[in-house]
């Protein structure tokens, strides 16, 4: 029997169905032990490989769907690299293997370069993948068949490639239900009833101008910004959380979420602020935050001389570092949180424990997830210092336009601009307008809330018909004005003011 080349799409079907059977047996492997399956293990060891300028090109082209974006990009790589093993091996079956070897092997070393682990999944795949090209290519392959023999083999092919598509699938879905199910959702259910009930600081009415256009001031948990370095959220139980703080300090501490709760709790409004926002972005929300006073937790280990910050460790390997000098201040409020807008931390924003600090961008202060804090000094950098952002980063004053929006048409006469204006742990004392360059206006501003959280504004300006562009500028308390001088994000954040263009119609 002469053996012909298989049809090319058949062989390429065979590089895919391969590739997809690998895929779900590592998931299922990575829902077993609880890591994270090699698809999403390759795509964090990608977020962290990748050059700074990239990433940025990333947040600005797809915002908070950056995510989203590399998954799709990585889908369809591993879906083309499929095709091509599945060409190669036309005539004998082990070039198509090498290369969904080679390419599984790299996904085994982005395993290994995880903190999270998931050697064994993506090992898994890399046999299930090896192991079914081999396999289908027997199964599949025809010989020197006589025409009645073209349909037979034909259906065998749709039978096998059917039964292989199942059998990936279930095994993914069954590895995705397994690793949801680790027991996040119900430790948080059980971490509602654990966390104490603090009186929280009252909001005032008139805290924001919704009607007008401004965000409401509490920021809904489902509309909190997110950002960070994790394709898929860290699920770890209040019942597994242990916090070690440690290194320059005269007695080390170990806490259970228990241990955590007994300390003095409280409840603070701070807005929080991404190092990445450029003028007029979203990143910024605000929310209740429940937790334990971090300075509280440094004077009972007691931080020894030199020491000079404090090192967090996510439990995905994501670390920042905070100056002591600005946690030991006796009114600066930073919290290890375990409660935002009185539930339990939502699992996207850190369950069970994170860290906020009035006042500092969240990429030096904010960890989520947060399983490790070391006393130490400034030679050890965190993630984005080392990635060329600066080691320290207090939040820039700034303001946003958020009404009119860009590019609309609004009746002229009286036009009602409304916004946000920001310098946390200082405090907004004034916020400006003006349209096309003219005279600066005062605008009024909401009912005043605390120094940590963004100042609501609005400003009613007469315009006449035609094309205009209006500016805002905010002043804190200290009398500092905000800066015209445009800046983008890198390295301590964006400065500038923000300016929207619309028309008004006669
Ligand atoms: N573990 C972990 N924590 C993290 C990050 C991260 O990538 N991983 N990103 C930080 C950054 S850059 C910001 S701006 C805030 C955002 O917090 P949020 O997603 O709750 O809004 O989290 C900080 N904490
Ligand atoms: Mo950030």
Known sequence: MTSLPIPRPRAAVIGLLATAAALGAGHLVAGLAAVPSPFVAVGGALVDLTPEPVKELAIALFGT??????????????????????????LRWWPGAVVIGLFGMAGVAAAMSRPEGGVLASLTSVVVGVAGFWWLHGVTRPGAEAPAEVDASRRKFLITSSLVVL????????????????????????????????????????????????????????????????????????EDWRLRLHGMVRSELELTYDDLLQRRVEARQITLTCVSNEVGGPLISTA??????????????????????????????????????????PDRGALLAVGMNGEPLPTEHGFPVRMVVPGLYGYVSATKWLVDAEVTTFDRQ????????????????????????????????????????????????????????????????????????????????????????????????????????RRSVIPDGATGWHAVRFTCTA
């Open 65 to 90: 769907a950056d995510k989203l974006a590399l998954q799709t990009g990585m889908a369809l790589v591993i879906a083309a690299l499929a095709v091509v093993a599945g060409l190669l091996s036309r």
């Open 167 to 238: 059998g990936a699938s279930a095994a993914g879905i069954v590895g995705g239900i397994l690793q949801r199910g680790a027991g996040v959702v119900s430790s948080r259910l059980a971490a509602a009833a654990r966390i104490p009930k603090v009186p929280e600081p009252p909001v005032p009415p008139g805290a924001d101008f919704v009607a007008s256009g401004t965000p409401a001031f509490l920021t809904p948990n489902r509309d909190f910004y997110r950002i960070d370095t994790a394709l898929a959220v860290p699920q770890l139980r209040a």
């Open 288 to 329: 209740t935050f429940v937790g334990v006073p971090v300075r509280d937790l440094l004077l009972e280990a007691g931080v020894r001389p030199g020491a000079q910050q404090l090192f967090t460790t996510s439990v995905d390997g994501y670390t920042a570092g905070t100056p002591l000098d600005v946690l030991l201040e």
């Open 382 to 485: 965190h993630y984005w210092e080392r990635r060329g952002w600066a080691r320290q980063a207090p939040i820039k004053t700034e303001s946003r336009i958020d009404r009119p929006r860009p590019g609309r048409t609004v009746p002229a006469g009286p036009v009602v601009l409304a916004g946000i204006a920001w310098a946390q742990h200082t405090g907004i004392d004034r916020v400006e307008v003006r349209a096309d360059g003219g005279e600066w206006q005062p605008a009024e501003l909401a009912a005043d809330v605390s120094r940590d959280t963004w100042r609501m504004w609005r400003a009613t300006l007469d315009l006449p018909p035609g094309d205009h562009v209006v500016e805002c500028r905010a002043t804190d308390r200290s009398g500092k004005p905000q800066t015209p001088e």
